[in-house]
């Protein structure tokens, strides 16, 4: 059975910083490109930034870049978004996505709110 589950989310004023993991199972997860996509209330999801398979490609969504870094540990099975400098825009339920081809497996969401 395919689970995705994000941890790390919650409260933090803007300037701070939060630090997201995704803990997957039950597939081969170093076959699987790897991202993070948000969605905020009244918006489409969008992606935020994303991660190839073993890692060397990284891309990232203009908004992000500079503020957010993507990373992920294949032994350990999981991928964290680091994100740092955060504003109220980046408020938003965040979605781990691993992809391979047209296969696409979400996690549940977790949520992000920056505010003080």
């Known amino acids: 059975q395919v689970q995705l589950v994000e941890s790390g989310g919650g409260l933090v004023q803007p300037g701070g910083s939060l630090r997201l993991s995704c803990a997957a199972s039950?597939?081969?997860?170093?076959?699987?490109?790897m991202n993070w996509y948000r969605q905020a209330p009244g918006k489409e999801r969008e992606l935020v930034a994303g991660?190839?398979?073993?890692?060397?490609?990284?891309n990232y969504a203009d908004f992000v870049k500079g503020r957010f870094a993507i990373s992920r540990d294949n032994a350990k099975m999981t991928v964290n978004l680091q994100m740092n400098s955060l504003n109220s825009e980046d408020t938003a339920v965040y979605y781990c996505?691993?992809?391979?081809?047209?296969?696409?497996?979400w996690g549940q969401g977790i949520q992000v709110t920056v505010s003080s």
């Open positions: 996505n691993a992809r391979r081809g047209i296969e696409n497996q």
């Open positions: 991660i190839s398979s073993v890692g060397g490609v990284r």
């Open positions: 039950g597939f081969t997860f170093s076959n699987y490109a």
